[in-house]
Structure formats: structure tokens, C-alpha cells
């Protein structure tokens, strides 16, 4: 009998649950999956809003520095001495170009530049972003920058950008005083980063190296701007959102006065030395210059090292040295010094005389001390040994003083210390003491020494600005100036009495004193002062030839400094001694007598013959016609003074007027 097939019957009510239970399952996964996710939408969105919103910020908005404008700095009669001038550069974006190497290749040959500089520019190109500008060629003349513009519609992509640098108008004649600006190096950096500036200095490329340029940086600077700008995620510019412009630098007007450069320019031509001119009422320097100089435009876009090389070349007479402010052995420029160190000590009196016989010695020492005069000058007072710079009578008195009085009175004239000028390059030169000499070279003083600094030698140096303060000083009868190149700063502020108009402000340079020299008697100023003035207004005195004939009254002291040590019995002639062993020529001046409105200092470096009456006193003459407008031939021999004829004065415009631009 055959077996019948069984057919199992589907549970339909199982299968349902089955069905409903995944479902229910995949339900809750769903839902705890949606909870998770709106939990994070959420956050995103409400919590971290802020968050991710600064983000997107700061990959889409991107806050670029604006440098400010560097300040001008002007002379006391406002004349410019320091601009900025726009220079032109050839700039191209690459991604503009179909064919870069075509194209520079035609723009070559347009400017005249040589294929080794396209080789050189078409590397530089492949390593850059095509999207952003990159600078082809620098300081283009006006003439290249008037061919390419007529030829501008041939080059898609390329453009003509133009940036502010320093322009210094009178080159060498400023450098020293000003200094200059140059290209921030690394150690610039870490000292801003360092002083916190470094934000400041973002945009900014150069920065003040020398002189006011650098003592003055954080003033003539400015504060940066920003220009808020909107990028897209390659980095390019799409819109600027905003801009906060700039604050430019103050503006620098100062003491000095560029007639009296280009007179002290001239004057010490071909000749290695230094002037300064000082106004004794306020310590205002009016003239500070050192020759040979150089030119600081050289500096502003980078000196090749063969330019460089050939400011340190010895042969050049070391142009990059401030001769204004090193030292100089002082030679007899001191003698009114010591004089007063010794009034006011009891030493001597105006009346107090010696017998010079043309040497002078030591007691028991057999050595004998030439004076100038090999004959010598017979009785001397302390005003014929001003007259006369008689070198016996100071070998005298400093014997009697004894180095630790003179090296103390001394310091109170500044010597051997910082006289506090604004720029930083100046030395302190050395006033030498018994401590000194202990501290440098580990021996005692010798009274031979004591003698050798009573005539403004031996280790004693000074600079000219020490010496044109120490004068600043005695003319001043123990006040003190502290010498400064700063007359006043400006600047562009905004009015608020009236929106969107900007006025000027100027802030005088407030004037330094220091506490002032007493003397025991007043009188022995007078006495002093008297001695210098008869040394440049009586006749056959030392410093009579140079200033006869002038307008104004004038006093002053000359003085020969010997640069190389010369036998007892030897008698010094200039021709026969190398040139740099050649003596030094020194004259100090103030004018007028009576209520002096200007002091100077000359040093001239190994003079061919003659002496500082010969030498450097003619110099400070040119200074004071210059200042006292005195441009008449005062000598009938034009030869002793070539500078006060009316061609010269002429020339000076001249100068003045194409350095400014002026007709």
C-alpha cells in the first residue's frame, strides 16, 4: 500500500511574530542610530558652534599686515634729509600667462636685462605659487618703466608695483648723523621677537641700522594696519572685507643745519677728519660731520659685496668710522681746562708766572721737554700761556696738580664718559687716572705721564663732540647741555572737532641738563674765557691769523696733537715722517664773546705741515662765516681762505637746491 507525501502547513502566526520582532529590532537600531546622529548634528551646530565657526573663519578669512609709512626727517630750516621714495619693480602672476618663457624672453629684450638674470628668474618662477605675484625685476629706471608701460597691452599677467624706500638726498654729507635703514637679518628678528615687537614689524622689511635711523626706529616707524581679506581653499584673494589703515612714523625735525654740512663737507676735503658745531644754549648739535663718508643709499637695497669691499679697503681711509665721535688726543685744546682746574685748586693765579726757557724738567731727571717754541716764551702768566699755548707753563701746573685732580675736574667736563648725544655709535674715549691705568694695564702712574696729559697727550683721548660739550660747558659757566640731534617729532593726528580732517602735532625735544660745575670763585670763568679770547683776537697770538677780518667776535684754541713719539734732540719735520705719523691739528671756537651761540670743534688727521692755528682753525672759521652769514673775502691771500668768496656761497645753493629738487 503506497505512502502518502506529508505537506507541512506554514504557521502563518509564528512567521508574523518572527517578522514583527525584527522589525522591531531594526526599529530600535534606527532610532538609537537617529538619536546618536541628531545628538552630533547638535553639537556641532549649538555647542561647538563658536568653535567650528572660528575655524571656518580663519581658512576663509585671512588678516594681511599693512606696513605704515617710515617718518621724514628734516634739518632745523626744514629741508629734507631723509625721504621715501617709490622705486619700481616688474612684477608677473603666472597663471595669467600662456607662454612665461616667451613672454620674459620679449620683456627682456625690451628692459635690457641679460639672459643669465631670465635663466636665474625662470627657476625662481617653477618653486612659487602661479597664483600669486612674484617680483621679476627691482628698482627699474623711469625710463624702463615708461617702455613697458607704452608696451603693457603685449604682456597679459605682467604689471609695474611700486613700494616706499629711504632716499637719503645729500648721500655722504648726512650718513654719519642719520645713519641708515637696511633689510631686517635674522638677528634683527630675534631681538624684536625678543622686545615683543614682532608684530609690529609683520609688513615691514627694513629697519634702521645706524645713527638717528636706529636710536630713533620705534618713533619713526609707526604702527602696522591689516587688511582683512576672503580666500578660497588654494590660498587666493577673492574680496577684501575690510582694512584698517596704517599709523605712519612721526616725522624727525631736527637741529642740524645742511649749509653748515656742506661747509664742513667742503672744508675738510681731502683730508680724514671731524666737525661738530654745538648752539651752547641748548645743546643743540647744528653741525656733525666726519670725512672721508660714505653714501647710506648704498645700504637701503643691499651693498654687493664688492661695494662693501671697498669701504674696508685701508686704502679708502675708513669712510664707514664716525670720526664726530672718537677719539682724538686733545692735544692743547685742554689747556684752558687744566688752567681752570688749577684756579680753582690755588695752584696759580691769573698773576702766577714762570720762566719758560724752551724745556722743562723734572727734578732730578735729566730728561729734557721741548716746547713748540725751541727758544721759549721767557715769563709766562696763565693769559700769555693760553695766547701762546705755552706747553712748559701746563707741564708745570700739571706736575703741581697731579693726575688725580686733573683726571676728577675733567670727568665733571664729561671727558672719558658718554656725553648722552642720540645715537648710539659714539665712544667714550679715555680719560686716564692713576685707577685707569691699574685696571688696564696692571701698572703704576708716573709723574712723566701727569706731564704728557697737561698738554692734552699720552693716553688722554677725547672725541670732538666730548670737546665741543666740554667748551659748551665753560662758555656756559658750569652748566650743562647734553648734546642732541632730536629738535622736535610730528605727527598726523585726527581732529575731533571735525570728522574725517587730520592736524599736526609737534613735540618739542625737551631739554637735558645735568647738575652744573660750582667753582669756589665765579671769577675764574671770566679769567678763562678772557685767556681764549685774546688767543684768536690778539695779534701774534695762535688763533689770530685764522679769524681776522671777521664780523663777530670770536674766541677760541688751537692745538697740535703728535702721533708718534719724537727724540729729545730731534726736531720734527712733516716731510721727512710717514703721513699717518704726521701730528694731528685741533682748534676749538665759540662765538660771539659775549653770549655764544655757537661752538666748534675741528680734528684733522696728520697734517703735511702747520699746525691747528694753520690747519683746523681755518675750518672752524668757514663754520662760523656760514652761521653768522658772513660770506665777504675777509683776506686778501684766497688761498688760506678759498671758501668765504661769494662763487663758493653760490655753489652751496646749487648743491642744496639739486639735492632737494628745488630750482
Not at 721767557?378 to 705755552?390: A, H, M, Y
Not at 706736575?399 to 672719558?416: D, N, P
Amino acid at each position: 500500500m503506497a505512502l502518502k507525501k506529508r505537506v507541512a502547513i506554514r504557521n502563518q502566526s509564528a512567521e508574523a511574530n518572527l517578522f514583527a520582532r525584527r522589525t522591531f529590532i531594526t526599529f530600535i537600531g534606527v532610532l538609537v542610530l537617529s538619536i546618536i546622529l541628531f545628538t552630533n548634528i547638535y553639537d556641532l551646530e549649538v555647542n561647538s558652534y563658536q568653535k567650528y565657526q572660528t575655524r571656518s573663519n580663519s581658512n576663509r578669512i585671512k588678516l594681511l599686515p599693512v606696513a605704515p609709512n617710515r617718518g621724514l626727517i628734516y634739518d632745523r630750516n626744514g629741508v629734507l634729509l631723509a625721504d621715501n621714495k617709490p622705486v619700481y619693480s616688474l612684477e608677473v602672476i603666472p597663471e595669467q600667462v600662456d607662454d612665461i618663457t616667451v613672454s620674459l624672453k620679449a620683456i627682456s629684450q625690451l628692459l635690457d636685462i641679460s639672459q643669465e638674470k631670465q635663466n636665474k628668474l625662470l627657476k625662481a618662477i617653477k618653486s612659487k605659487r602661479r597664483f600669486k605675484p612674484i617680483e621679476l625685476y627691482s628698482r627699474l629706471s623711469e625710463q624702463q618703466v615708461s617702455l613697458f608701460s607704452v608696451n603693457q597691452h603685449k604682456f597679459p599677467g605682467f604689471f609695474i608695483d611700486a613700494r616706499l624706500k629711504r632716499y637719503y638726498p645729500f648721500a655722504d654729507l648726512t650718513t654719519h648723523s642719520l645713519g641708515y635703514v637696511a633689510r631686517i637679518n635674522r638677528k634683527d628678528s630675534i631681538k624684536l621677537d625678543q622686545q615683543g615687537l614682532a608684530e609690529n614689524y609683520a609688513a615691514t622689511r627694513n629697519i634702521g641700522k645706524l645713527g638717528l635711523e636706529k636710536y630713533y626706529q620705534e618713533t619713526l616707524h609707526g604702527t602696522i594696519g591689516h587688511q582683512e581679506v576672503e580666500i578660497n581653499n588654494q590660498g587666493r584673494v577673492i574680496r577684501t572685507l575690510d582694512f584698517t589703515p596704517p599709523i605712519p612714523g612721526k616725522d624727525l625735525t631736527l637741529t642740524l643745519d645742511i649749509e653748515l654740512q656742506m661747509i664742513a663737507k667742503r672744508a675738510l676735503s681731502g683730508k680724514r677728519g671731524a666737525v661738530v658745531a654745538i648752539d651752547p644754549r641748548d645743546g643743540g648739535v647744528l653741525a656733525m660731520y666726519s670725512n672721508p663718508s660714505f653714501d647710506g643709499n648704498l645700504f637701503v637695497h643691499g651693498i654687493s659685496s664688492k661695494k662693501y669691499k671697498k669701504l674696508l679697503d685701508p686704502k679708502s681711509n675708513k669712510p664707514l668710522l664716525n670720526r664726530a665721535v672718537q677719539g682724538y688726543p686733545p692735544a692743547s685744546t685742554i689747556k684752558p681746562l687744566l688752567a681752570l682746574t688749577g684756579l680753582e685748586e690755588g695752584i696759580i693765579t691769573p698773576e702766577t708766572e714762570i720762566y719758560d726757557p724752551g724745556f722743562y724738567q723734572l727734578p732730578g731727571i735729566e730728561t729734557k721737554r721741548r716746547d713748540w717754541k725751541r727758544w721759549g716764551h721767557g715769563k709766562v702768566n696763565l693769559t700769555k700761556s693760553l695766547e701762546q699755548s705755552c706747553n712748559i707753563y701746563y707741564y708745570d701746573l700739571a706736575y703741581k696738580l697731579g693726575i688725580t685732580r686733573i683726571s676728577k675736574m675733567m670727568e665733571k667736563f664729561g671727558f672719558g664718559e658718554y656725553t648722552g648725544i642720540d645715537i648710539h655709535e659714539e665712544s667714550r674715549a679715555i680719560m686716564p687716572s692713576v685707577e685707569w691705568k691699574r685696571a688696564r694695564y696692571n701698572q703704576n702712574w708716573y709723574t712723566g705721564e701727569t706731564l704728557s696729559v697737561g698738554i692734552g697727550q699720552s693716553f688722554w683721548t677725547v672725541t670732538p663732540l666730548q670737546l665741543s660739550q666740554a667748551v659748551s660747558i665753560l662758555v656756559n659757566k658750569g652748566e650743562i647741555k647734553v648734546p642732541h640731534l632730536l629738535k622736535a617729532t610730528k605727527e598726523v593726528i585726527a581732529d575731533p572737532k571735525s570728522e574725517g580732517s587730520q592736524e599736526q602735532l609737534i613735540t618739542e625735544y625737551e631739554i637735558d641738563e645735568k647738575p652744573p660745575i660750582v667753582l669756589s670763585d665765579k671769577k675764574s670763568w671770566e679769567i678763562v674765557l678772557d685767556g681764549l679770547h685774546n688767543t684768536v683776537q690778539k695779534l701774534g697770538a695762535t688763533g689770530y691769523n685764522a679769524f681776522k677780518g671777521s664780523k663777530y667776535d670770536a674766541a677760541g684754541k688751537t692745538g697740535s696733537a703728535q702721533t708718534a713719539n719724537i727724540a729729545q734732540d730731534e726736531k720734527y719735520d712733516a716731510k721727512k715722517v710717514k703721513e699717518n705719523k704726521r701730528d694731528n691739528a685741533m682748534f676749538i671756537a665759540f662765538a660771539p664773546f659775549e653770549s655764544p651761540e655757537i661752538v666748534v670743534a675741528v680734528a684733522i688727521e696728520n697734517v703735511a705741515e702747520g699746525g691747528g692755528g694753520a690747519n683746523a682753525a681755518p675750518v672752524a672759521r668757514q663754520i662760523m662765516d656760514q652761521y653768522f652769514g658772513d660770506r665777504e673775502i675777509v683776506s686778501t691771500d684766497k688761498s688760506k681762505h678759498p671758501l668765504h668768496d661769494n662763487v663758493y656761497q653760490q655753489n652751496i645753493k646749487k648743491e642744496l637746491n639739486k639735492a632737494t629738487g628745488t630750482q
